[in-house]
Nanobody, 125 residues
């Protein structure tokens, strides 16, 4: 079974930083993209960032540009989300997702085939 395991969430003060990790296991993936989505209470799940297998291309939601950085380690089929200058509005459950071609770097959740369990991030003021 394919499993995506996330870690790194927690409670942080506004202006602080967190680094989320997500590692996939269960099978070998030749080519893929990984992404982060988030869902705040009472809100729909929204796109945050995506990256291709090599790490040469990335895409960000406007709300996180300049503050968040997505990276990857394809040897481990792992993605990271470095979150800096966190704001209370960043509070949400953050989900990792995996997709194959041709939907690498997709921003819509329906394109993604596998999902992590989510890791909560709370930013206090």
């Amino acid at each position: 079974q394919v499993q995506l395991v996330e870690s790194g969430g927690g409670l942080v003060q506004a202006g602080g930083s967190l680094r989320l990790s997500c590692a996939a296991s269960g099978r070998t993936f030749t080519n893929y993209g990984m992404a982060w989505f988030r869902q705040a209470p009472g809100k729909e799940r929204e796109f945050v960032a995506a990256i291709n297998r090599s790490g040469g291309s990335a895409r960000y939601a406007d709300s996180v540009k300049g503050r968040f950085t997505i990276s990857g380690d394809n040897a481990k089929i792992t993605t990271y989300l470095q979150m800096n200058s966190l704001k209370p509005e960043d509070t949400a459950v953050y989900y990792c997702a995996l997709v194959g071609p041709p939907w690498i770097l997709a921003t819509t959740e329906n394109k993604y085939d596998y999902w992590g369990q989510g890791t909560p991030v709370t930013v206090s003021s």
